[in-house]
C-alpha cells in the first residue's frame, strides 16, 4: 500500500515552467501588445442588429458593445496560459507589465494632444475627443484588468493547486468565468456613459453581451488554448523538472 500510494505521489505533484523563457517573452509582449490596442479600440461604442426590443427595464435589441470586444478575450487566453505553465508570479508580472506599458501609451497620447498641432493639421479636436474619452476608458480599463487578471490567475492557480495537470479545461473555463465577470462589470460600469451608454436597460445588456461573449470565446478556442499550453509544457525544460 505503502508503495503504491508513494509511486503516484509524483502524478500529484505541482509543476511550473522558469520564466526565464524566451516562450514566455514572446507570450509576455503579446499579452502587453493586446492591452494597449483592446484600450484604444474601446473608446469606439458599437451597436449590432435594429430594432426595439426590451424585457422590462432591460434593453434586448440592440445589442451594444465596444471595440476592445474584438481582441480582449485573447488577454485573458494568454493569462490562462501563463498562468498554468508559468505559474502566479508570472501571470503577477505579466499583469503588472502590461497595466504599465497601458498607462504609458495613453500617457503619449496625452502628451501628443497638447503639442502644437501643425496648420495643415485638420484632426485637432477628433483626436482631443478620442483622447479624453480614452481616460474614462483607461481608468476603467485599468481597474477592471487588475480586479479581473487577478481573480482569473488565482483561481486557475488554486485549481491547479487541487488538482494538478488533470482538468485543465475546467481551470481554463471556471477562472475565466470569475475573472471576466469581475473585469466585465467594473469596466462596463466606468466606461459605459464614456461611450454613450446612458439608460439601465442599455447598461445590463453592455454587461450580458460582454461577459456571455467574452467566456463564448474562450470556450470555442479552448481546445487551441490547451494545445498551446501542452505544446509549451513540452518543450519548456524546467516545467517537468
Same mark, same amino acid.
Not at 483626436?127 to 479581473?148: D, H, K, N, P, Q
Given at each position: 500500500?505503502?508503495?503504491?500510494?508513494?509511486?503516484?505521489?509524483?502524478?500529484?505533484?505541482?509543476?511550473?515552467?522558469?520564466?526565464?523563457?524566451?516562450?514566455?517573452?514572446?507570450?509576455?509582449?503579446?499579452?502587453?501588445?493586446?492591452? $494597449?490596442?483592446?484600450?484604444?479600440?474601446?473608446?469606439?461604442?458599437?451597436?449590432? =442588429?435594429?430594432?426595439?426590443?426590451?424585457?422590462?427595464?432591460?434593453?434586448?435589441?440592440?445589442?451594444?458593445?465596444?471595440?476592445?470586444?474584438?481582441?480582449?478575450?485573447? *488577454?485573458?487566453?494568454?493569462?490562462?496560459?501563463?498562468?498554468?505553465?508559468?505559474?502566479?508570479?508570472?501571470?503577477?508580472?505579466?499583469?503588472?507589465?502590461?497595466?504599465?506599458?497601458?498607462?504609458?501609451?495613453?500617457?503619449? =497620447?496625452?502628451?501628443?494632444?497638447?503639442?502644437?498641432?501643425?496648420?495643415?493639421?485638420?484632426?485637432?479636436?477628433?483626436?482631443?475627443?478620442?483622447?479624453?474619452?480614452? $481616460?474614462?476608458? $483607461? *481608468?476603467?480599463?485599468?481597474?477592471?484588468?487588475?480586479?479581473?487578471? =487577478?481573480?482569473?490567475?488565482?483561481?486557475?492557480?488554486?485549481?491547479? +493547486?487541487?488538482?494538478?495537470?488533470?482538468?485543465?479545461?475546467?481551470?481554463?473555463?471556471?477562472?475565466?468565468?470569475?475573472?471576466?465577470? +469581475?473585469?466585465?462589470?467594473?469596466?462596463?460600469?466606468?466606461? +459605459?456613459?464614456?461611450?454613450?451608454?446612458?439608460?439601465?436597460?442599455?447598461?445590463?445588456?453592455? =454587461?450580458?453581451?460582454?461577459? $456571455?461573449?467574452?467566456?463564448?470565446?474562450?470556450?470555442?478556442?479552448?481546445?487551441?488554448?490547451?494545445?498551446?499550453?501542452?505544446?509549451?509544457?513540452?518543450?519548456?525544460?524546467?516545467?517537468?523538472?
Amino acid at each position: 500500500m505503502t508503495s503504491s500510494a508513494t509511486a503516484a505521489q509524483p502524478d500529484r505533484e505541482i509543476h511550473y515552467a522558469s520564466r526565464g523563457s524566451s516562450y514566455f517573452d514572446v507570450i509576455l509582449a503579446l499579452f502587453c501588445v493586446v492591452l $494597449v490596442v483592446s484600450n484604444i479600440a474601446a473608446t469606439k461604442g458599437t451597436q449590432f =442588429f435594429s430594432g426595439d426590443l426590451t424585457l422590462g427595464p432591460i434593453t434586448i435589441l440592440p445589442i451594444y458593445s465596444d471595440g476592445g470586444a474584438i481582441l480582449f478575450p485573447l *488577454a485573458y487566453i494568454l493569462g490562462d496560459v501563463i498562468s498554468e505553465v508559468y505559474g502566479f508570479r508570472a501571470a503577477r508580472r505579466a499583469i503588472l507589465v502590461g497595466f504599465g506599458t497601458a498607462l504609458l501609451a495613453f500617457a503619449t =497620447f496625452l502628451i501628443a494632444m497638447k503639442l502644437p498641432a501643425a496648420s495643415f493639421y485638420e484632426n485637432q479636436e477628433a483626436f482631443e475627443s478620442v483622447v479624453w474619452s480614452g $481616460v474614462r476608458i $483607461v *481608468a476603467a480599463s485599468m481597474i477592471a484588468y487588475l480586479t479581473g487578471q =487577478f481573480l482569473n490567475s488565482y483561481v486557475l492557480v488554486r485549481m491547479k +493547486a487541487r488538482s494538478s495537470e488533470p482538468g485543465l479545461w475546467r481551470r481554463l473555463i471556471g477562472s475565466t468565468g470569475v475573472g471576466e465577470a +469581475a473585469d466585465t462589470f467594473i469596466f462596463c460600469a466606468i466606461a +459605459a456613459g464614456a461611450i454613450g451608454i446612458t439608460e439601465p436597460g442599455q447598461f445590463v445588456n453592455y =454587461f450580458v453581451v460582454g461577459f $456571455v461573449f467574452k467566456v463564448a470565446v474562450e470556450i470555442v478556442v479552448s481546445p487551441a488554448t490547451m494545445l498551446v499550453i501542452g505544446w509549451l509544457k513540452s518543450r519548456e525544460p524546467s516545467y517537468w523538472a
